[in-house]
């Protein structure tokens, strides 16, 4: 079974999602009930960290994906084409929460050619997802939708898992 952890991916670069609504949030619920999460967003980036961020990636039970307005994001509607699809193989247990912004910010909206290609892209990524037939792969249209959500799957697994480990001492859960 995947790890109980909830994984932030998604936009990156100076966007501050994370830190202004999820991980206070979570820190919060933390004192209450241990919500686990991973951040790959750092300050000093550099490609060792590429394993920690893939391990995450194909091992926590939740991840978050917001796409948000803020970059042409190229990098993560690419990332949602191969790491995310490819994770609901290796454990369709884990649960996928996606958000892609379908307007890009002003200030990116001057190179013509970048902007284009990323609105196109994005609509026709976040299309291709609606036909996917997972009941674990969650289209949803705010961060805030994104936060609400994986925190009800987060408390949900943990009592989950909490039954699984009381009921079946054969069964290996992390």
């Known amino acids: 079974m995947s790890k109980l952890c909830i994984g932030l991916f998604g936009t990156c670069g100076r ?6 609504l999820f991980i206070p949030k979570y820190l919060e619920c933390e004192l209450k009930d241990g919500i686990d999460f991973f951040n790959p967003q750092v300050e000093n980036w550099n490609p060792a960290l590429a394993e920690i961020e893939a391990e995450h990636l ?10 948000t307005s ?17 994770s609901l193989k290796f454990d369709d247990r884990r ?23 990323s609105l196109r892209s994005r609509a026709l990524v976040k299309q291709h ?7 674990n792969l969650y289209l949803v249209d705010t961060l805030q939708e ?11 697994q943990k009592r989950i898992l909490k ?12």
Do not use: V
């Open 95 to 117: 649960d996928l929460i996606i958000m892609i912004d379908p307007i890009l910010d002003p200030n990116l909206m001057k190179d013509e050619d970048k902007a284009k290609e």
């Open 146 to 156: 994104i936060l609400d959500l994986s925190l009800l799957l987060y408390d949900n």
């Open 70 to 86: 803020e970059t042409y994001a190229f990098g993560s509607l690419a990332e949602i084409g191969f790491s995310i699809l490819q």
């Open 58 to 67: 194909a091992e926590d039970s939740i991840i978050c994906f917001p796409i």
């Open 163 to 174: 039954y699984q480990n009381k009921f079946n001492p054969h069964k290996k859960t992390k």
């Open 15 to 20: 966007s501050t999602w994370r830190q202004n």
């Open 129 to 135: 997802l609606k036909k996917l037939r997972y009941n």
